[in-house]
C-alpha cells in the first residue's frame, strides 16, 4: 500500500501564504507506478473539488479559482507533491487533500488511487 502524508496546514490571515507538502510512503513497487498527483480541498458544507494536479512529467493543472496564486510542483526522487498557495482568501478555508494516481490519464477527474487524511487550512478575514 502507500500512504500520503500532508504536512503545512495551519491559520493565516487574507493575503497571507502557505506551503503543503505531501510526502508518499510504502511499497517501493506502488510508489513507482504513481503517474499524476494532485491536491483537493473540500470546505464546510461542500463538494470536494479540484485545486491541482501534475504530472510526472510536470504537466499542470489548476482550478481555475486558484491560477495565478497556487503553485503545484513535486519531487520525484522525493516522491513529495508541494502546494505553494499565496494571497490567501477566507474563501480557501478547507481541508486539503492529497492524492496520488497510477492511471494512465494524464488528468484524473478525481479518480485517484490513494488519499491522504487531509489537512487543514483556514484563512482568516
Known amino acids: 500500500q502507500v500512504q500520503l502524508v500532508e504536512s503545512g496546514g495551519g491559520l493565516v490571515q487574507a493575503g497571507g501564504s502557505l506551503r503543503l507538502s505531501c510526502a508518499a510512503s510504502?511499497?517501493?513497487?506502488?510508489?513507482?507506478?504513481?503517474?499524476?498527483m494532485g491536491w483537493y480541498r473540500q470546505a464546510p458544507g461542500k463538494q470536494r473539488e479540484l485545486v491541482a494536479e501534475?504530472?510526472?512529467?510536470?504537466?499542470?493543472l489548476y482550478a481555475e479559482s486558484v491560477k495565478g496564486r497556487f503553485t503545484i510542483s513535486r519531487d520525484n526522487l522525493k516522491i513529495t507533491v508541494y502546494l505553494q498557495m499565496n494571497s490567501l482568501k477566507p474563501e480557501n478555508t478547507a481541508v486539503y487533500y492529497c492524492?496520488?494516481?497510477?492511471?494512465?490519464?494524464?488528468?484524473?477527474?478525481?479518480?485517484?488511487?490513494?488519499w491522504g487524511k487531509g489537512t487543514l487550512v483556514t484563512v482568516s478575514s
Open positions: 510504502g511499497s517501493i513497487f506502488r510508489i513507482n507506478a504513481i503517474n499524476t
Open positions: 501534475i504530472t510526472r512529467g510536470g504537466s499542470t
Open positions: 492524492a496520488a494516481s497510477t492511471g494512465g490519464s494524464r488528468w484524473t477527474g478525481g479518480n485517484m488511487d490513494y
